[in-house]
């Protein structure tokens, strides 16, 4: 959405002046929804922080006031996405090292 938004703005249009493709939009809305019934299932607490707070992000993007503002709030969101993976990681290492454990 942001990629069509920027498309726009360097095709002589306004920033945020279009409406997005129903596809596009709905598939947005579901990645939303789905994002929140899975996080609220982890029982990490920081896991699920960091989702809600990359899902905050991904989702301000489209309020942005401009392209520089959409593209700070972009890589802001990459640096969440970047620890939240790492997290989780974590979580599932640990998981495997449960199971280890266990069938020992």
Same mark, same amino acid.
């Given at each position: 959405m942001n990629h069509l938004d920027s498309m726009a703005l360097r095709s002589g249009g306004e920033w945020h002046g279009q409406l997005y493709p129903q596809d596009l939009n709905d598939e947005a809305n579901g990645a939303n929804v789905q994002t929140m019934l899975l996080a609220a299932r982890v029982r990490d607490a920081s896991i699920r922080s960091m989702t809600e707070e990359l899902r905050s992000?991904?989702?301000?993007?489209?309020?942005?006031?401009?392209?520089?503002?959409?593209?700070?709030? +972009?890589? @802001?969101?990459?640096? *969440?996405?970047?620890?939240?993976?790492?997290?989780?990681?974590?979580?599932?290492?640990? +998981?495997? @090292?449960?199971?280890? *454990?266990?069938?020992?």
């Open positions: 992000k991904c989702n301000s993007v489209l309020f942005c006031k401009d392209e520089a503002d959409g593209e700070h709030i +972009l890589v @802001d969101a990459g640096n *969440t996405f970047g620890k939240l993976n790492e997290r989780i990681g974590e979580q599932l290492r640990r +998981l495997d @090292d449960d199971e280890e *454990t266990q069938d020992q």
